[in-house]
């Protein structure tokens, strides 16, 4: 077992104790972390959606911060402000919670586009720019937006290009039943979050994200990325498709989570367990098809099943696959 397939399964062990039965949810999560991206939790309430924010901040030993947006939120309680110090005779800036490692937007779609758009340098530039002076964020730096998609009173939809800003779109969903009787034996007393260790330093953290960008990408899986994110683009139902920022996501996505499985290289496999959540979200479907309830995760998922994967040449590490040859449905063996 890698250093770190050994420290990320500590990491999902310890929030698998608070967030029950959500092992692959978790992992994406873990996996947007170390890529740098930000993470967007789709679902409705009482899910655990902020539950996950916080075990991850506990358990990397980060500084967490929880932002309630509501429609009278500011920009500048986001970012913070420069208040006027009468002892000093001097402006002093006092920075908002965006100035944190873990940020929890909590009901994003609840907020004016005036103060979403607050979020956008942070997230893209990791800095924020107040009164003419610039900012730069705390590193390692996570953005996780959750929003409720049933109610729509009182809400506004997240523009095309925050939405791309964000790397991966998860659902919690709920729980099967036996998990559910779990999750009320755990919290008869008190809470397991109260009992979250930190079990992967900071430092520790940076060396992984520095760590995944050295395993190996065949570029016969590269190119595989390029035809699946460009596909997206000239599908019928699709009125805007991916951006190239979504092929980045893609890629970088995949060698994170080769690196959490132990592997120096990246399978097509890896591609396909990402794809839905790292380009649905990136996708705008014609009103025509959306009509006939059409869906951006459906459209990723029929790629995904049409789509050939090309052989694989072995000209990786020592521990690269040999061969991965394409199957009738477009999934890959090794």
């Known amino acids: ?61 980060c500084s967490f911060r929880r932002i309630q947006f509501t429609p009278d939120l500011l920009p500048s309680d986001v970012t913070g402000l420069s208040i006027y110090n009468q002892k000093t005779q001097e402006f002093e800036f006092r920075p908002g919670p965006i100035m944190s490692q873990v940020v929890l937007a ?38 996780i937006a959750t929003q409720n998609p049933i109610e729509y009173e009182g809400t506004f939809a997240l523009p095309e290009a925050q939405l791309d800003r964000f790397m991966l779109r998860i659902r919690l969903g709920y729980p099967q039943p036996l998990e559910e009787i779990v999750i009320l ?15 992967c330093s900071v430092d520790e953290l940076r060396g992984m994200q520095n760590a995944i960008r050295d395993i190996y990408v065949d570029p016969s899986v590269a190119e595989y990325i390029v035809r699946l994110v460009g596909s997206t683009r000239t599908h019928p139902d699709v009125y805007l498709g991916a951006s190239p920022r ?25 591609i396909k367990a990402l794809a839905e959540p790292a380009l649905a979200h990136r996708l705008i479907i014609k009103t025509s098809s959306s009509i006939h309830d059409v869906l951006s995760g459906s459209v990723v998922r029929e790629l995904l099943d049409t789509i050939a994967i090309d052989g694989i040449r072995p000209t990786g590490g020592p521990n690269a696959p040999r061969s991965i040859k394409p199957t009738k449905q477009g999934a890959a063996s090794a």
Do not use: W
Not at 27 to 55: F, M, N, Q, S, Y
Not at 106 to 127: C, F, G
């Open 246 to 270: 979504g092929s980045i996501a893609l890629y970088r996505a995949g060698q994170a989570l080769a690196g959490l499985l132990g592997r120096d290289y990246v399978i097509p496999d890896d």
């Open 185 to 199: 034996d755990e919290q008869k007393r008190s809470h397991p979050l109260e009992e979250l260790d930190v079990v």
């Open 106 to 143: 909590d009901e994003i779609n609840r907020a004016t586009p005036k103060t979403q758009s607050s979020l956008l340098e942070a997230m893209e530039e990791r800095q924020a720019t107040v009164d003419g002076t610039t900012y730069t964020m705390p590193d390692p730096f996570l953005v």
């Open 1 to 61: 077992m890698t250093t770190l397939e050994q420290t990320g399964e500590k990491v999902l062990a310890n929030v698998e104790r608070v967030i029950v039965g959500k092992h692959h949810e978790v992992r994406l999560a873990l996996v947007a972390l170390l890529c740098r991206g930000h993470l967007l939790i789709e679902d409705v309430p009482g899910t655990g959606k902020t539950v996950l924010a916080k075990a991850i901040a506990r358990s990397l030993g």
